[in-house]
């Protein structure tokens, strides 16, 4: 019954999120790209892939290690990255070129999910993180794909729901589910729920791995100097929302009258909001540059052997994509986004962290709760629960090098600790790749020997 009512209710909402692409796209053009491939359509390719679907851009950025390492110990076996988002997609695209085949995944209807497997032939499945998809799981479970949960993570507020749910998932139960758990606590939560226990794993969190752009930090500091900002004190603030954005200019001009040089670098989480910010950002007389436009200058002054140094804005704009990690290279402080105010959850705190760059956020961290909390207990990751807090803890670290210095250590530690579930996945995976092997992967963690 259950599955029933599933699929009657995607076959009738599907043509309404036909319609919100179309309609997204009146904004975004990217959302029209390939939409055909929402469908199940692309082009058949000629020999067996490997199949990893990242939702979206931190996803796309964290499974790059195991993309990589998977080309190298699979180079017979095309590599297929599906994303849902357009951002995600241009990640992909700018870490991999043409290495990789990069399609949109399907919705999930039974015909467009039979059309993509179909066109890719999936030897296996890897789903990083926690996208849950009936029918395609369900897809794989019938053509005996192994199907790989790569730094699956379940909260404990959804064990009783996924309890509920868990006749759509029978059959990928029952055949080649493979559970990598972030940790111990998942791993226990997805037996529960009723994953086989020897095949669920505690392997750790995916985005420890996560490695910088080639040049991100020269990058930085070459922009740094660009904008005149050496001796400054520079706050990078990644993926943030509108509320953020009026607390962080509030701590501009804050530092402002304590004497503070400082410079705000604001990265907009969504960039279909970077005219919406920059206009803001004209209306609040707040001195600003965009960074797309600068950047154009930039070249062209550099060409003609003119010293652009002499830009000097109090808020820099961050309007292109790809830069964000070299501008946290380049930071005294970083702050990341969807965290102080509740129902986004927070974003990954890890690239600022592993670049030595003490951290701060506000408490609504929902969606990466584990990272906060190791980050926090280090000391590399400071708490602020206000725009008061947010201001005074810039303050006080504007004030103070040795602390930053020592902030960004703890969380270095704790990124370097944390390290290696990419090498754990591979050897989940080697046994899924051995032609008609039948063994379930064996692992020292897990669930079934705790």
């Not at 559970?179 to 939560?189: E, K, V």
């Amino acid at each position: 019954m259950i599955r029933l009512a599933y699929q009657i209710l995607v076959h009738a909402l599907s043509p309404f999120v036909m319609l919100w692409f179309l309609w997204r796209g009146l904004h975004d053009r990217a959302y029209w790209q390939d939409l055909p491939q929402r469908l199940g359509f692309g082009q058949r390719l000629a020999r067996p892939s490997i199949w990893i679907h990242a939702v979206s851009v931190g996803e796309v950025q964290a499974a790059i290690p195991l993309l990589n390492a998977l080309a190298e110990r699979y180079p017979d076996h095309a590599l297929v990255l599906t994303t849902v988002t357009p951002t995600g997609r241009l990640r992909g695209q700018t870490a991999f070129g043409d290495r990789v085949e990069l399609r949109y995944l399907p919705y999930d209807l039974p015909g467009a999910v039979g059309r993509f497997f179909d066109r890719i032939q999936p030897k296996v499945a890897i789903i990083i993180e926690k996208e849950l998809w009936p029918n395609l799981y369900r897809e794989c479970g019938r053509r005996n794909v192994p199907l790989v949960l790569a730094s699956a993570a379940v909260s404990p507020r959804s064990v009783a729901r996924y309890r509920r749910l868990v006749v759509l998932f029978r059959e990928t139960l029952s055949h080649g589910l493979v559970i990598a758990a972030q940790s111990a606590d998942d791993a226990a939560r997805f037996v529960e729920i009723g994953a086989p226990a020897e095949r669920t794993h505690m392997v750790g969190n995916i985005k420890f791995d996560a490695s910088l752009p080639a040049g991100a930090v020269e990058a930085g500091l070459a922009w740094r100097a660009h904008y005149g900002a050496e001796s400054r004190f520079v706050v990078v603030a990644g993926s943030t929302y509108e509320f953020e954005e009026r607390v962080l200019l509030e701590a501009s001009e804050a530092l402002k009258r304590a004497g503070v040089e400082s410079l705000f670098v604001l990265a907009p989480r969504h960039p279909t909001r970077f005219d919406a910010v920059a206009q803001a950002l004209g209306r609040s007389g707040t001195p600003f540059l965009r960074h797309s436009l600068a950047k154009a200058e930039g070249l062209t002054d550099r060409a003609a052997g003119i010293d652009s140094s002499r830009h000097a804005p109090e808020v820099l704009l961050l309007d292109t994509l790809g830069e964000l990690a070299g501008f946290y290279a380049a930071a005294d402080v970083a702050y990341v986004g969807g965290s102080l105010l509740p129902g986004v959850g927070g974003h990954n705190a890890l690239e600022p962290a592993a670049l030595g760059v003490p951290v701060l956020m506000g408490p609504h961290v929902f969606n990466t709760q584990e990272i906060f909390d190791a980050l926090h207990t280090a000391g590399g990751l400071q708490a602020v629960n206000s725009s008061a807090e947010l201001t005074a803890a810039l303050l006080t670290l504007a004030r103070s090098p040795e602390e930053r210095a020592q902030r960004g250590q703890a969380g270095q530690q704790v990124v370097a600790r944390n390290r290696g579930t990419t090498a754990r996945i591979m050897q989940l995976l080697e046994p899924l790749m051995s032609p008609r092997s039948t063994r379930s992967p064996t692992h020292p963690s897990s669930a079934a020997s705790r």
